[in-house]
Nanobody, 127 residues
Framework: VQLQASGGGLVQAGGSLRLSCAAS????????MGWFRQAPGKEREFVAV????????YYAESVKGRLTISRDNAKNTVYLQMTSLKSEDTAVYYC?????????????????????WGQGTLVTVSS
């Protein structure tokens, strides 16, 4: 699986942005997809994960209610809709993919190692 993230940019606090991650490969629907981020001087952290459908998602507490992950299997693309952005959301955002065993919860996936990573896209929120 190859991943290409895009959509980053400069936005004012309170604004919105949508990130996209295009995946190659014919078995995209068999992978969980996730977004992670790394702020300057900090370690990479989990943001959100999605399994097969919108009902199987899990978010970091810091983004819950403001960021929404979704996927379009027909387009092999996963999205991260970002609203009410804060200066602390400034980071390089990475999309990732991994296969999973049936029955694995989205929450459990958030703490597991991920197999494939995109190149990252920078989001800068100005206050």
């Amino acid at each position: 699986v190859q991943l290409q993230a895009s959509g980053g940019g400069l936005v004012q606090a309170g604004g919105s942005l949508r990130l996209s991650c295009a995946a190659s490969g014919r078995t995209f629907s068999s992978y969980a997809m996730g977004w992670f981020r790394q702020a300057p001087g900090k370690e990479r952290e989990f943001v959100a994960v999605i399994k097969w459908s919108l009902s199987s998602t899990y978010y970091a507490e810091s983004v819950k209610g403001r960021l929404t992950i979704s996927r379009d299997n027909a387009k092999n693309t996963v999205y991260l809709q970002m609203t009410s952005l804060k200066s602390e959301d400034t980071a390089v955002y990475y999309c990732a993919a991994r296969k999973f065993q049936p029955g694995t919860t989205a929450q459990a996936l958030s703490a597991m190692p991920w197999d494939y990573w995109g190149q990252g896209t920078l989001v800068t929120v100005s206050s």
